[in-house]
């Protein structure tokens, strides 16, 4: 018998139309925006069926968006494979994914879940605004390479790793400059780069105070001890223990996403069934990367 896991999306999947389908199919959907509406004090879902990509990608309007997507993507499992949502074993998600990855395992409510996230687009934001930045994914580089070319660039400009995805994909971040120095040596090196579809650095020092800014919030919202394991993407290990993860929560903002050791040590505890649940199609990527033969599953938005 299969053990289960279930992973969310980070900041990047958003696209104009993500949720139509569900919101439009399933009134639990349709629920959870008017809920987030409430919150927010905006029409969240119409930024996400008819606003411009533009609007859809700042770190404010994108994060709740990837967030309340994800778990209306999660209700239409739980309607369309009951069995599947209850064998769940452990769960994870990318950056922000790990907040969904939290309202799934019954850490925090959905109301809660959406301001802490609400919370931290807008201080991200605000860093990202402050000190000017971004973030390049590194495709057919190995990570030694990849290594080797930040510490030449760190020389003159702020640059380092700040996702490690899989074998040949690495994401780097850090100044502008820096970002347009990686791009030209990876291209006279014969790979590719993508620039992310992100406001700034993150995952770096670029991106204080939001940090501490998040850290306030945290320690007020109210969490409760998970019904399965969250793995952290700071350390790639799996958490119960809520002031253990308030405090992860906080570094994740400043800290690398450890995503491939982390997809490596869930396949170590005998996870074998990923479900990726949200808009885009990147994790069940990763994992095809990381072990090419496995059940790997996407239910999207």
Wanted: net charge neutral; with cysteine.
């Amino acid at each position: 018998m299969s053990t289960i896991a279930f992973l969310f999306p980070g900041q990047g999947a958003q696209y104009v139309g993500m949720a139509k389908n569900l919101v439009e199919t399933l009134p639990a959907a349709q629920k959870l925006f008017e809920q987030s509406q409430a919150i927010l004090g905006y029409d969240l879902l119409k930024i996400c069926l008819a606003g411009d990509q533009e609007l859809l990608d700042r770190t404010e309007i994108s994060q709740p968006a990837i967030f309340v997507s994800s778990l209306a993507a999660l209700e239409s499992l739980k309607q369309a494979k009951p069995d599947v949502f209850e064998s769940c074993r452990g769960t994870a998600g990318l950056s922000l994914g790990e907040y969904t990855a939290l309202v799934f395992a019954g850490a925090l409510s959905f109301s809660d879940g959406l301001r802490l996230v609400d919370h931290r687009g807008k201080s991200m934001q605000k860093a990202a605004d402050n000190n000017p930045g971004s973030m390049v994914s590194l495709l057919g580089l190995d990570l030694s390479t990849a290594k080797e070319f930040v510490d030449q660039i760190n020389k003159e400009h702020f640059l380092q790793i700040a996702n490690y995805l899989c074998p040949g994909n690495t994401v780097v971040s850090g100044s502008l400059a820096g970002c347009e120095k990686i791009e030209k040596m990876v291209a006279e090196r014969g790979g590719k780069t993508v620039r992310l579809a992100v406001a700034g650095a993150f995952h770096t020092p670029y991106m204080q105070p939001a940090d501490t800014q998040l850290a306030e919030m945290l320690a007020m919202v109210p969490m409760q001890t998970p019904r399965i394991p969250i793995w952290s993407n700071v350390d790639a290990k799996a958490h119960t223990d809520v002031n253990e993860i308030r405090t992860l929560l906080v570094s994740q903002v400043v800290k690398p996403v450890l995503m491939e050791p982390l997809l490596r040590d869930m396949m170590s505890h005998g996870m074998d069934s990923f479900y990726e649940i949200g808009p885009g199609r990147v994790l069940v990527g990763l994992l095809k990367r990381i072990q090419r033969n496995g059940n790997y599953f996407n239910f999207g938005t």
